[in-house]
């Protein structure tokens, strides 16, 4: 039950874009998106409710495919500081546990 | 506004031991969240309080409990530990039941000898 992500990991140079996805087996109600430094908590980043609602959130923007259970984080011209690890989290239409994916490391480097 | 607290941020216990871990919410949240995060399997969920009571649980056994206080402040207990509950322990703190924007305190980093 737990969301799977691709890649698991990806190198980027300053300003370039990257996509990460985020892909449930469950009927989702929504998804979520966070990211964690090394040594840190996660922070949130943002909420996408079921209804193909794109979201955006300085240059990072999300979509949310509810028919294929998948979401997808778009980072554009990456900063140093879009380094860290990126987990989706989704709560399925049915019960209400939360469910964090299996993550994805993204490297910013100058 | 104080963000969320954990106490301890760090702790050492032997198998078989039992310990108790506080999470104190950021104020005027009433949801609490708890996660393992280890590197092995990633962030998983454990259980989440709302209002004194555990709307849900995740698929963990017995071993791993938890409450809430009428201050929305929330302890879980393990019992028994064994090599493998070594994780670092994450609380949550959110406005409402559903899950929002959730807050997340450092984590107590649990090492089982």
């Known amino acids: 039950q737990q969301p799977v992500q691709s890649p698991q990991a990806v190198i980027l140079r300053e300003g370039e874009d990257a996509v990460i996805n985020c892909s449930s087996s469950?009927?989702?109600?929504?998804v979520h998106w966070y990211r964690q430094k090394h040594g840190e908590a996660p922070v949130f980043l943002m909420i996408?409710?079921?209804?193909?609602e794109q979201k955006g959130h300085e240059k990072i923007s999300a979509s949310f495919n509810e028919k294929k259970q998948q979401s997808s984080l778009y980072l554009t011209a990456s900063q140093l500081s879009y380094s860290g690890t990126y987990f989706c989290g989704t709560e399925a239409n049915t019960g209400n546990q939360f469910y964090f994916g299996t993550g994805t490391s993204l490297t910013v480097i100058p | 506004k104080a963000g969320v607290t954990q106490t301890p941020r760090y702790l050492i216990k032997t198998r078989g031991q039992q310990v108790t871990l506080s999470c104190s919410p950021i104020s005027g949240h009433r949801s609490v969240s708890w996660y393992q995060q280890t590197p092995g399997q990633g962030l998983q969920f454990l259980f989440e309080?709302?209002?004194?009571?555990?709307?849900n649980k995740g698929n963990f056994p017995g071993r791993f409990s938890g409450r809430q206080f009428s201050n929305s402040r929330s302890e879980m207990n393990v019992s028994t530990l064994e090599l493998g509950d070594s994780a670092l322990y994450l609380c949550?703190?959110?406005?409402?039941?559903?899950?929002?924007?959730?807050?997340f305190g450092p984590g107590t980093r649990l090492t089982v000898l």
């Open positions: 949550a703190s959110s406005l409402e039941v559903s899950y929002n924007e959730q807050f």
């Open positions: 469950k009927a989702l109600y929504s």
């Open positions: 996408l409710l079921k209804g193909g």
């Open positions: 309080y709302f209002s004194e009571t555990q709307r």
